[in-house]
């Protein structure tokens, strides 16, 4: 085989684990950002945090750099409102999300749906994409959804 040819795939696979690299430490120092903005402002009720564990072969193997986007709306209307890789463990840090107000969830028969809905859509290379909808988000708490990718 072609050295050339190798060196050349090494060269483009480093670029793209750098770019990956890069865009999750963007995507933390933005998220970082935003928890400090609502812890300071008060309205720590009226979020949620979801964090995404991605494995593959039947929940035996941690998947990591998978891309997880977080969107709102319906399928008509899809917003992203987050977006992160999953680190060696296999696990997202947590997106901090806007929920209904936690007093909702605490009350027999609410008024309104107590949770937020969000859906998923996880993408790793050589792996078939996964699409999650209405992933449940309760104010003040950690969901934890798990995911698992085909080959």
């Not at 903005?37 to 072969?57: C, D, M, P, Q, Y």
Request: aromatic share 8%; net charge positive; hydrophobic share 35%.
């Amino acid at each position: 085989m072609d050295n050339s040819l190798i060196e050349k795939y090494k060269t483009e696979m480093l670029e793209i684990y750098r770019k990956a690299g890069a865009e999750r430490a963007n995507l933390n120092a933005g998220k970082e950002k935003s928890d400090a903005r609502s812890a300071k402002s008060g309205e720590a009720e009226n979020f949620g945090r979801l964090k995404v564990a991605v494995t593959t072969l039947g929940s035996r193997y941690p998947l990591e750099n998978a891309c997880v986007t977080v969107f709102s709306g319906d399928d008509e209307n899809r917003k992203i409102e987050a977006r992160g890789f999953t680190d060696r463990s296999g696990k997202t840090d947590a997106f901090l999300l806007k929920t209904p107000p936690r007093s909702l969830s605490l009350t027999p028969a609410p008024d309104g749906k107590p949770y937020a809905d969000y859906a998923l859509e996880i993408k790793a290379d050589g792996f078939a994409d996964v699409i999650y909808s209405r992933v449940a988000v309760f104010g003040g708490v950690t969901t934890l959804k798990r995911a698992k990718l085909t080959p």
